[in-house]
Nanobody, 111 residues
Framework: QVLVKESEGGSVQAGRSLKLSCAISGRFFGNCAAGWYRQAPAKERELVSQITSAGTITYADSAKGRFTISRDNAKNTASLQSNSLKTEDAAVYYC?????WGQGTTVTVSS
């Protein structure tokens, strides 16, 4: 059984940082892409960032310069470092690895 599990989100003040991680079990990670999506209330789910197995990275315009995605193939994990958070970053964040989705973790950003 393949399982993707995100770390617990959190509640932070605007301008602060938060790091999310996720891990996949039951599946080899090294040849898969990993990505982070988010969905704010009443909005569609959107891609935040993605990293391919070769290490190619893409960011949404809203994430560029503030968010950093990384992966650790040895630990089967992917992470998203989010800095200078804004209230509009508040959302449920989903990790997807090898096409498998986590259940999501909530990030709240207060002004």
């Amino acid at each position: 059984q393949v399982l993707v599990k995100e770390s617990e989100g959190g509640s932070v003040q605007a301008g602060r940082s938060l790091k999310l991680s996720c891990a996949i079990s039951g599946r080899f990670f090294g040849n898969c892409a990993a990505g982070w999506y988010r969905q704010a209330p009443a909005k569609e789910r959107e891609l935040v960032s993605q990293i391919t197995s070769a290490g190619t990275i893409t960011y949404a315009d809203s994430a560029k310069g503030r968010f950093t995605i990384s992966r650790d193939n040895a630990k089967n994990t992917a992470s998203l470092q989010s800095n200078s958070l804004k209230t509009e970053d508040a959302a449920v964040y989903y990790c997807v690895i090898c096409g498998y989705w986590g259940q999501g973790t909530t990030v709240t950003v207060s002004s």
